[in-house]
Structure formats: structure tokens, C-alpha cells
């Protein structure tokens, strides 16, 4: 008789600890939440070799030239702007909008979740307009349970065109980190991509941090053991959009 009551109550604690947690992350805020019209302003720097044409065009970009390479430097803007369609017939998805000046050169497109960030697909704007690619599937790009240490490969099939293209990147979470911009300090999460692009090497890094964003990204490409192209992107101000009165 005694068994059993013990048994009972160490189910029932079992059940209150459960519902407890339940509670917990049903309370637990959004890992990201913006609002149509907040916006989220770069500094961008390009790298290249010397013998390497930069985009030219970009208003305010200033171009140095360095010892074997030459060093572009931009604002980009990103601004949000709603939960859009990616074509006529196609998927939505949370849409931002990067902009150089007035030039609106790429659309992102994004599923944010509660607990998790996922890409969706890309569209090149700017001078020469292209086709949206869309990946077959959402890939997580942030997840609030990563801690660090977590790897795993991602095989996507991209629609390019109407044409499929598949790659395969390589993830892992390198972990938390303490992350000073001129936006401010962040607590961000450090996340690493290395994959193929063509004949090219991609590796990639890029940090966020919840209720913020992307707050860094660092992107390099290597021909064999050269690099050829090092983008850094770092944020220096973010705007809320103001509620309707």
C-alpha cells in the first residue's frame, strides 16, 4: 500500500514538473520579432585582389588600396517588410529588403518561428535583376536550443530559373559570445557555414543575437588555398518602426 502511494505521488510530481516546464516555454519570448518597416543599417567592407573590378555605383562607398588588394567600404540598409510572397504562385515568407542608397540590391526571404530562424530563399535586384531562387525545403539558420558545439551537414535543392541545383553546407554552432558593434553590445550566437560554390570555397561565419538580428556576418571565398573575396558585415544602427496612432 505504501509502494504504491509512493508510486503515485512520484508520478504525480513527475506530471506537475512537466506541465511546469510546459508553462515556462510557453512564456518564453519570441527568439525574433520584427515589425514591417524596422530596419537594420551595415558597414560593409569588400576585399579583393587588385587585379579584381569592385562593383561601382554604390553611393557613399570609399575604395582604399592596400598592399596586394584593394578595400571597398559601404552602408547597406535592410529593411522588413511583411510576410510576402516569394513570386506570383509562390510560398511566403518573412521578406527584407537590402538596399545600397536607393538601389534595392537583394531580397531575403526568411520563415521566423518562434524558437527558430529558417532561410527560405534569395532574390538578386540591382543593375541586373534576377530570378527568385528558392530552396526545395526551410533551412534552419538559427535555432534557440543550440548552445554550441552542435554540427551537422544541410543538403539543399535551390530553383534556379527552373532549373534545381543541389549543394551541400556544412553547420556548427560555435557557441554564445560577446559581441561589440556600434549598435551596441550584443550577446550573439556564433554560427559557421562552410560549403561549394562552383569552384569556389565558401566559408562563413555570422552572428545573432535574439531580439535584435543578424548583428555580423563574415564571408570569405578561396580559389584552392587563396582567398579571392572577404566581406564583412557589421551592424552600426537599427531603426523600430513607430506604432500607428
Known sequence: MCKSLFLTSL????????????EVA?????LWSPSVGDSWTYK?????????????????????????KVRATYEQT?????????????????????????QL?????MLIEKNAVKALGSKQEGKNPKRVISLSKPIPIIESGWKGGEAF????????GGKKM????????IG?????????????????????NGGLELKRGYWFAPGTGFVKEDKKYYLGDKMIMNQTRELIKTGKQKPAQ
Open 105 to 109: 540590391e537583394e531580397i531575403q526571404y
Open 78 to 102: 535592410a529593411v522588413y517588410r511583411g510576410f510576402l510572397p516569394l513570386s506570383e504562385d509562390g510560398p511566403k515568407a518573412h521578406a527584407f529588403y537590402f538596399s545600397n542608397g536607393e
Open 176 to 196: 554564445w559570445e560577446d559581441l561589440e558593434t556600434e549598435a551596441g553590445n550584443f550577446k550573439a550566437l556564433h554560427i559557421q557555414v562552410t560549403g561549394m
Open 11 to 22: 508520478l504525480c510530481c513527475f506530471m506537475t514538473l512537466a506541465y511546469a516546464e510546459d
Open 166 to 173: 543541389r549543394m551541400t553546407r556544412w553547420f556548427r554552432a
Open 26 to 30: 510557453d512564456h518564453q519570448e519570441r
Open 44 to 68: 560593409v567592407s569588400v576585399e579583393v585582389a587588385k587585379s579584381t573590378t569592385l562593383p561601382s555605383g554604390i553611393p557613399g562607398q570609399k575604395i582604399e588600396e592596400l598592399e596586394g
Open 153 to 160: 551537414p544541410v543538403v539543399m535543392d535551390q530553383s534556379i
